[in-house]
């Protein structure tokens, strides 16, 4: 089956760990996202990657990172300097450019005790 | 910057009656997209609007794009339990790298 699978589904960690997030596709799509939702909001981005290797800051970028080293994978950092990173974590992709639809992962809810 | 609104933020709508959701942008835009979310899930892709003026029907949804390309509304008829979550709107950045979601219509079904 083609789609985006993110792990884990629930994440627990201590207060100044750094965490990472998952994000992998079998679309063979270009683009690539990250966004934040916080309980009965709507969705804010973090980072975006059009190509491998390259990386743009979305709307909240401080206190995350990201790489993209392949095409199917774009994993997100967390880190001690996310001041609230409790939050609902969605990946997504796209074909190529930012203009068409995008394919949403599960989502990964982390939360930071 | 780009905004996209939406109103109303929640909308609470008796079982078979039907109801219309709002969808504003402070520029015009290339394109319009729907997205739904039950609650627990994630987004999932709707509908693409592209020309000025459309009218996309899916079923019971019928969503239509502005003259001017700078609105968009989503109007649902006789409305069902399936219809709860919430119904974001998203449209493109001027650059075109990205999407600027709204905020999002929550929607609950009264049985």
């Given amino acids: 089956d083609g789609g985006i699978t993110q792990s884990p589904k629930y994440l627990f960690r201590k207060e100044g760990q750094n965490v990472t997030l998952s994000c992998e596709q079998n679309l063979n799509h270009d683009a690539m996202y990250w966004y934040r939702q916080d309980p009965g909001q709507g969705l804010r981005l973090i980072y975006y990657s059009q190509i491998v290797n390259d990386f743009q800051k979305g709307d909240i970028a401080e206190g995350y990172s990201v790489s993209r080293e392949k095409k199917e994978s774009f994993p997100l950092t967390v880190t001690s300097a996310q001041k609230n990173p409790t939050a609902f974590y969605l990946c997504a992709s796209s074909m190529s450019r930012g203009q068409d639809e995008q394919y949403f992962g599960p989502g990964t809810r982390l939360t930071v005790t | ?111």
Avoid at chain 2, 22 to 30: D, E, I, K, P
Avoid at chain 2, 98 to 111: A, D, E, I, N, S
């Fill in chain 2, 1 to 111: 910057g780009q905004q996209v609104m939406q109103i109303p933020q929640y909308q609470h709508v008796q079982e078979g009656e039907d109801f219309t959701t709002y969808c504003n942008s402070s520029t015009t835009l290339s394109n319009i997209q729907w997205y739904k979310q039950r609650p627990g899930g994630h987004p999932v892709f709707l509908i693409q609007l592209v020309k000025s003026g459309e009218v996309k029907k899916q079923k019971r949804l019928t969503f239509q794009f502005g003259e001017a390309k700078k609105n968009s509304s989503l109007h649902i008829t006789a409305t069902q339990t399936t219809d709860v979550g919430t119904y974001f709107c998203a449209g493109p950045k001027a650059a075109g790298n990205k999407l600027t979601f709204g905020g999002g219509t929550r929607v609950l079904v009264k049985p």
